[in-house]
């Protein structure tokens, strides 16, 4: 009797144990640094609406930042800043929202991926990105990487 009243408690820890949860749940300072991350991710699309998309990839780009680009090389640090200043963003506007995110243990570098939208006049273009993150000194979020993928499949 006593094993078979044992059987559904056992159905559900194992149960409980598949759910796809973050493994860092109960620890705040993982928690806290993702919610700035995703928010850092948030604000610069924000900033990218207001001020243009160069602008914003500037401000949030650490000095050491990536760029993967379709049918392009990496692009690396002062070169991925020159390209950055060399756009005309004047007839595009891109934003983006992150759905996912996770943070690295010591809470200092982490991902966030989502869905983009780029306008551009009558255009309206859709894909999907991911951008990694480092915490800089002062507690803000620099991008070390970027990259987007064009279309979602809608």
């Known amino acids: 009797m006593l094993k078979i009243a044992f059987l559904p408690v056992l159905l559900c ?53 990536v760029m993967l680009r ?21 007839s595009l506007v891109l934003t983006w929202h992150p759905v996912g995110a996770n943070m690295s243990k010591a809470a200092d570098i982490g991902y966030t991926y989502g869905v983009y939208t780029m306008q551009m ?8 990105y991911v951008t990694i993150w480092q915490k800089q000194e002062d507690g803000s979020w620099k991008f070390l990487l970027d990259s987007g993928n064009e279309g979602t499949g809608e």
């Open 121 to 128: 006049g009558d255009s309206t273009y859709k894909g999907t």
């Open 13 to 65: 820890v194992i149960t409980a144990s598949c759910i796809n949860t973050p493994k860092f749940k109960n620890d705040e300072k993982r928690i806290e640094a993702l919610n700035s991350m995703q928010q850092a991710d948030i604000d610069f699309s924000n900033r990218s609406k207001e001020v243009g998309m160069k602008k914003a990839f500037l401000e949030y780009m650490d000095e050491e930042g």
């Open 70 to 90: 379709p049918q392009r090389m990496p692009i690396a640090g002062a070169a991925a800043v020159d390209l950055i200043s060399s756009l005309n963003d004047s």
